[in-house]
Each structure stands twice: as C-alpha cells, then as structure tokens.
DNA sequence: CAAGTTCATGATTAAAACTCATGATATCTT
DNA sequence: AAGATATCATGAGTTTTAATCATGAACTTG
C-alpha cells in the first residue's frame, strides 16, 4: 500500500529532515547533506506543512524533536537504509561481482578451504570474499551473511545446500612414536596414548570397531577442542590422533605425521555449502558455488 | 548507512521503477501514477544508466525483468511502503487522535468495556477505536495493533502494563431456583446443579473451600465455554453459575438473577491494559489509559 | 491493409531544489 | 558594554529536475 504520489514526501524532504533530527541542527545537517543551512530549513519547513504536524520546536535558534518527530526519524531512517541497501545490492549485479560475505567452520576454512582461495580469486577478480567463523547454524535472516560452510546432516531452513564432502577420517602419528611403540597392526594401538577430539567422541570407539577390536583396553590419551590442536599434539609424539585426512594433507606430505594403519572410515555427516534461497542469483553467490563444486568433485 | 544524496535514486526514479516492474509495462505504470509513458520510460532508462544495470530486457515493444530487476523491485517496494507508513504515523498525530487498534477479551469487551466506550467516544472525538478479540498474548510487532486488555498475571515481553481490576466471583443464580431448592446457606449449594465455565475449573472447588465445605458432594451441571453462556444457562433456572460480578451487573439489576449467598472469593490474577513500549505517546493510545484507569479507579 | 498498442526520444514548459545574502536573536568572550 | 560567533528564517534569483506533447519505429490483430 503506496501513497499516492502527491501525498508521499519527496527524498529531499525526507533526508533533510532524518539528518536534521540525528543532529538535532539543521546547519550540521546542512554541512553533512554539501547544502545550505536555508536548503534545509525550507525542506523541514515545507515537510512539516505537508504533514500539518510539527517535527521540531523551535526555541531561540535552537531545535529540539517533537514526539512526532521522533518517531517519524526512526522510521524514516529505516526506510532510507533499506534502499541505500538495495541499490547497493543492484549494483552488485553490474560487475556479475561484488561481495561474498561467507561463514565458515575455523579448521575446515584454514586447512582446507583458504589456501585454495587464491584459484578462486584468479578466476574471478571482480568477487572478493569476506570470511567470518560460525561453528553453529544460524539464521540468514538476522546475519549479514550470503552463505556458509556446514558440518553435519543437510538441515538448514529456507536455505538450499549442496554436498561437499564426506568426513574420512584416519589415524595419524609421528614417525619416532611409531618407532618407539613398534606399531605395525591396528592391535598395536591399544597401547598407545590416543588422542581425542570433542566434538568426535566415538572417533576412536568405531575405528577399533572397524578393525574387529575391543577398544576397550585402549589407553585414553589427551583431549582437545580443535582439530588443529590435535595434529599439533600428534606431531609432538603425545600419542596417536584421529582425525579427517585432508586436515593433515600438510603433515603428511612434510613427513612430520605418518598414517601407521591405512584404515580409514568414512562419517555418516558431511560438509554442505549453504546459502538463503533468495540469494540464489547473486552473481557472486552463483561463481562460489559453481568453483566450490568444481574444487569438490 | 545512507547513500551519499547524489547515490541515492529518486522518489520518482524509483515509483517509476516499481510500478513498472509490478505491471510489466511502462504504459500501465504511467496510468497508476497519473504520467506519461514517456516520463516513466525516462525515468526507468535513468536509473539504469545510474545503476549501470538494465533492470529490464525490452524485446518488441515489450518488457521482462531482469534478476536484478526482480530482486530490485521488491527491496523497493519493501522500502516504499515503510515510507507510506511512516507518513500516515506521523499524520495520525495531526489531530492527537487517529485509530486505536485495540485488542479486547471476548466477555470483558462486551459486557463491561463496550457499554461504557460512549463516554469515552464523548471525550475524545478525535479517537476512533478499531476493536478485534484476541483470547491470548500476541507479538505486538506481528500485529497491527496498539494496545490489549489482557487478563492473568502482568507477564508480556517489550510491553507496559497497567493493571485495572481484579477479578471478584461470586454465585448467582435465578430467583425461582433459589425458591425452588430453598437455598439460604452455602451447604445448600451441595443440593444445586453448578454451572462451570471452562477456563475457570476451579472456582468451585475454591469457593465451597473457602466456606469450609467439602465440594466432593456438589452436584455436576453443565459446562460452558464463555461466561456470557453461563450467565444465560443461570438465568434460565439450569443451575447456579458463579461468575465475575462485574460480567452480570445488568442480570442482578434487572433482577432475572440473584446472588444466593453473598460470599464472593478474590482471584490472585487480574485484568491490564497492554501496549508497546515504543506506542506509549501514541495520542490516542495516551487518551484510551488515561480514561480506562480513571474507569477502573 | 488499417487500426491499435507500446517503448523511445526531441523539443519545450513547469515545478522543485538550491544558493547567496540578509534579518533577528541569542550566547560567549574580552 | 562591545564585538564575535552561532543559528534558524526568509527574499530574490538561478539551476536542476520532472514532466508533457508529439512523433518515430516496430509489432499485433482484425
């Protein structure tokens, strides 16, 4: 529901009269908006006549917001934002370009996903991604967000997703640690130190499980939050980790991290690329995703 | 975060802009908004050339919208119609009156709020009130209301309260039945069928309780969802009701009912005028407080 | 083929937005 | 007390924007 055009304030009007109310000055207004102080008063004055409701008193050159007045910047600024917003975001169609404000989980980013970024950023030059860690889902809705990288089951409201990758997981250790404790057979780890991973509790429980062992018997090592920390523990020799392998793809090709038992087993969750379904089309969402899946095939 | 004013599109750029978009012409458009073809068309064309994005693809004299286009369009939309909004707000405090949206009780509304809103009517002239029945708490900011009257305990998020009566029960019943069952004490209400009303299960229990009877020998009667239907079934000899005093004023002054046993119990719950903090010096919503708490004092 | 429809555009007019300068009045500093 | 500074209002004039009318080009329909 429009007001007809003669009844609905020009822009003018109306950001001359916002900038006033958040100065609470029209000359500041006036510096703010590049006019003259007369422009403005004009625009308030004309505004207020158009309404037939005072915005402002006046007292000895000085201007304070009437309760009217005060509720009509609020709403008026929101509206203002809203369409700087959305020119903004037609703009972004121009280059077929633009932004990508994506949330990702910290060692899957770090370990995987930004050192392939610079492949990305050669084929398109005119999308530049602004990355922010997320370890949970969230709502699109309330983040200024246009999509996500997700561990878990493909579950996220009003958003589409697209399967990455699975989560292979493996044990890995140092190479002296192997030496010192012997390790050729998969029983040979029940007596080693094993290291753990929070959000992966039963890791280890179904590795011995896979290989028709009781795991038991099998020495509880360190735990740690991150993944990243638990390779670090691994190449200090603390013991023997689990974790996925393209985690440790770095490791394993420096020698620092040797896989003992080549057994991996594979998650029943995977990672999803995730974004709102109203921003299907933008330009930039639509070349991350098209590369992404490229990356992932 | 405004555009800087010579990024911003035109009032008229965007109208043009939308209702074109809306009637996949530039000629309807034109009718709608009282123009010419060709200022729309104008118009259209310079804020494409401001975006540097075509917002439409023009095939033989016909029109289709772009992706930008469609997304463009209902982000102004969204943007214009705030404005509108906003305007008729702001003109609302015109004559420090306008509509009151007001969210009243089914029973509470018609028979004690409604019979005393000519007085109001009286005083405030300037204030229509737009009344719509709502049984439970809503979300003021989902709603297109103002203000509520509520009744139980003073609990609702982001709202002021302002509490206005109690709630006082007490038996009535009709005259020929109290002649009928010869009821003079409470123990004689054991000997009547008791009319119940559905959101107040306990009153009896509580009532016969607070005269030191066992209510286990009361006889059942019939049970009813509203307590004008309880009232009706009271007046029509089928049992006796026990129901807010204020709910069956007229009843007892006419004299179709009668209270047998002058024993009213108080409710720990009461009844509150409810609004959104950010309405409070809503005119019309100060002039409907300030004359329902003088009603209830 | 003629008539009707629709978007684009040239030339012109009307309306809106803006500037500069000044007036009136208040506060602050010396 | 005098002078400097600040701020909103307003007259007169200039610039910019919005809009109209008429016409062109191209298509569809009867």
Redesign the interface.
């Known amino acids: 529901?429009?007001?007809p055009?003669s009844?609905?304030?020009?822009?003018s009007a109306?950001?001359a009269f916002?900038a006033s109310a958040r100065h609470v000055s029209f000359t500041r207004a006036a510096e703010e908006?590049?006019?003259s102080q007369g422009a403005i008063s004009r625009q308030v004055a004309s505004l207020e006549e158009m309404?037939?409701?005072p915005?402002f008193v006046r007292v000895r050159q000085r201007i304070s917001l009437?309760?009217?007045g005060t509720?009509?910047a609020e709403?008026?600024?929101?509206?203002?934002?809203?369409?700087?917003?959305?020119?903004?975001?037609?703009?972004a169609?121009?280059g077929a370009g633009g932004t990508l404000a994506l949330a990702i989980l910290p060692t899957f980013g770090t370990r995987w996903l930004i050192p392939r970024v610079p492949d990305f950023s050669q084929k398109h030059p005119e999308v530049t991604i602004n990355f922010s860690t997320r370890i949970l889902p969230f709502d699109f809705s309330r983040e200024p967000l246009d999509a996500a990288i997700h561990f878990g089951d493909p579950v996220w409201p009003g958003a589409v997703l697209h399967r990455l990758m699975g989560e292979t997981i493996i044990p890995v250790v140092s190479p002296t640690l192997v030496d010192r404790l012997q390790i050729s057979k998969p029983e040979d780890l029940l007596r080693a130190p094993l290291l753990k991973q929070a959000t992966r509790p039963r890791a280890w429980a179904e590795w011995f499980n896979a290989q028709g062992l009781d795991h038991k018997d099998a020495i509880q090592g360190p735990g740690f939050e991150q993944f990243a920390m638990v390779a670090k523990a691994a190449v200090a020799g603390l013991g023997v980790a689990i974790v996925p392998r393209f985690l440790v793809e770095e490791e394993l090709s420096s020698g620092v991290l040797t896989i003992p038992i080549n057994q991996p087993i594979e998650s029943e969750q995977a990672y999803w690329l995730v974004y709102p379904e109203?921003k299907k089309?933008r330009p930039a969402v639509r070349a991350f995703r098209s590369w992404l899946l490229d990356q992932c095939a």
Chains 1, 2 share one sequence.
């Open positions: 529901m429009n007001l055009r009844l609905l304030p020009s822009l109306l950001q916002e908006l590049n006019l309404l037939g409701v915005l009437t309760p009217a509720a009509y709403e008026v600024r929101d509206a203002l934002n809203r369409l700087s917003a959305a020119t903004l975001n037609a703009v169609f121009k109203e089309d």
